[in-house]
């Protein structure tokens, strides 16, 4: 597919003796919203992690926006910048304001203004529904508030592609749905690519495009979230959904 925007071709990826990833194939469309998803330790977070060369892989390519991924320190700097990721546990900054954690990138990296940067900031506020939260400090916020924060922070970015790993799964259950919701409205108000390693299968059924079950470093199936959920093939599919839903 020429115009894809991530494209991996026979990923592999060791840590020491460990085959994390094993022959990983993955096309991914502008615009495609992707969730990921399969056991603990199947590699899920080392998958994504590569496309933003957090990790590094050993064997095969992986091209971002046309651009391979090597050592080259500028090419990578070059897919960063498009490439915003949320994780797990946040990672604000927690002795700077939500409103500074979100105008560091775009006046240092960005070289924007700091008015610029401020309103752009205050406009991705709005957007995750928390701008009255802008000059408290990130222990001050709930979880699920701190994670919008993060997400919006990833907006300011103006990226391309998102990479979320697992955004909610150290929330208290309460604060699931708030989070979920500001990644709808992502998925539908935007036309960005995203990449979603969750177990939230409502929101893999709302803004999914194809749904991705990996087992033991492999992509061992995927589908349209529908079939996907109603009709899994292969058996370690229909094991780990028997066991998450
Ligand atoms: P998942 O996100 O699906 O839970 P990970 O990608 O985090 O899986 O990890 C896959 C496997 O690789 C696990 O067995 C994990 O223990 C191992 N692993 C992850 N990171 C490292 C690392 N930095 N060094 C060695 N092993 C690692
Ligand atoms: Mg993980």
């Given at each position: 597919m020429p115009d894809a925007i991530i494209r991996l071709e026979d990923v592999n990826k060791w840590y020491g003796q460990f085959?994390?990833?094993?022959h990983i194939d993955l096309t991914v469309s502008p615009g495609e919203r992707i969730v990921i998803c399969g056991p603990s330790g199947s590699g899920k977070s080392t998958l994504i992690r590569c496309i933003n060369r957090l990790e590094e892989h050993q064997q095969g390519r992986i091209v971002v926006e046309g651009i391979e991924l090597t050592n080259d320190l500028k090419q990578i700097e070059a897919i960063r910048r498009d490439v915003g990721m949320v994780f797990?546990?946040?990672?604000?900054?927690?002795?700077?304001t939500v409103l500074e954690n979100l105008t560091l990138g775009p006046v240092w990296?960005?070289?924007?203004?700091k008015a610029q940067a401020t309103a752009t900031a205050m406009k991705y506020l709005e957007r995750v529904r928390?701008?009255?939260?802008?000059?408290?400090?990130?222990?001050?916020?709930?979880g699920g508030q701190q994670q919008r924060v993060a997400i919006a922070r990833s907006l300011c970015m103006d990226p391309k592609i998102m990479l979320f790993d697992e955004?909610?799964?150290?929330?208290d259950p309460e604060m699931v749905k708030e989070v979920l919701d500001v990644m709808v409205g992502l998925a539908q108000e935007s036309g960005m690519t995203m990449l979603c390693v969750t177990h939230e299968m409502g929101f893999a059924r709302k803004v999914a495009d194809r749904v991705i079950f990996m087992d033991q470093g492999e992509i061992i199936e995927q589908n349209t979230p529908d079939r996907f959920f109603d009709?899994?093939?292969n058996e370690r599919t229909r094991l780990f959904l028997s066991q998450i839903l």
């Open positions: 085959h994390v990833l094993r797990q546990h946040f990672n604000l900054f927690p002795h700077l990296v960005l070289k924007k203004s928390i701008p009255d939260q802008a000059q408290k400090f990130p222990g001050q916020l709930s955004p909610t799964s150290a929330l009709a899994p093939e």
